[in-house]
């Protein structure tokens, strides 16, 4: 790509970083689940929302993660839900994601009680995360919080290039509930999560390790339980 191009997209993705900084600001100072069919109770489900511009589903980081997690995770079913959201440069939608995020995760605790829920995004898609883990209240459009009682059903958090980040404010802060649970993983020099200015770095988790990184941190995090001597 040559330098001048590189150099607007990432003058860009600083400037829709900011606004997306200032809507996460007001949603995180601050409804009911809608009806959803019934998941498919699996040991481990993973709810992922995917970044800017991406196609509906997981999208590139989201579908890697998973793929790194399966053989680390041998014996254990695992279950995908992509977050359903327009994934625009409108960032007032971050909402809409939370949403539907949130309303997932209340889905499967109420379902599958036992399943272990792994939250997951990236850029954008790790700015809903942000909402629906530090957002104990409905606000700004955001109207599904998550309930206290289904806030230990959350095994782990993984986001890669959270734009909350850029301030020095990652989700192991944000969040007093999910923060010791959380991989909040930003590649070096990514303009998104960082004061760095390399836009390609926002755009290579996968190659960069972290997306690795971030498996084995669920994978500790979802280990089926030892049963202690005498138990029944």
């Not at 600001?25 to 995917?50: H, M, Q, Y």
């Not at 109207?143 to 289904?150: F, G, I, M, N, S």
């Not at 390609?200 to 049963?227: E, K």
């Amino acid at each position: 790509m040559p330098t001048g191009i590189t150099t607007r997209r990432a003058r860009r993705t600083i400037a829709a970083a900011a606004s997306l900084l200032a809507v996460l600001t007001t949603l995180s100072g601050l409804g009911a689940p809608s009806a959803s069919a019934a998941p498919k109770c699996n040991d481990i489900e993973i709810v992922f929302a995917r970044g800017t511009d991406e196609a509906p589903g997981l999208g590139v980081v989201g579908k890697a993660l998973v793929d790194a997690l399966r053989p680390m995770v041998k014996g254990q079913s695992i279950g995908t839900y992509a977050v359903k959201y327009p994934a625009s440069w409108d960032f007032l939608q971050v909402a809409a994601g939370a949403n539907d995020a949130s309303r997932r995760v209340q889905t499967i605790a109420a379902t599958c009680p036992d399943s272990k829920i792994v939250l997951g995004g990236y850029s954008q898609g790790a700015a809903i995360m942000d909402v629906v883990t530090t957002s104990p209240i409905a606000a700004l459009g955001y109207t599904a919080p998550l309930p206290a009682a289904v806030v230990p059903h959350v095994a782990a958090v993984a986001v890669f290039g959270n734009p909350s980040a850029r301030l020095g404010q990652p989700l192991t802060i944000l969040s007093p509930d999910f923060g010791a649970r959380t991989a909040d993983l930003c590649n070096t020099n990514d303009p998104v999560c960082s004061l760095g200015k390399d836009f390609d770095a926002h755009v290579r988790y996968p190659q960069s390790g972290l997306v690795n990184l971030a498996a084995q941190w669920i994978a500790r995090h979802v280990q089926p339980r030892t049963p202690l001597r005498g138990d029944s």
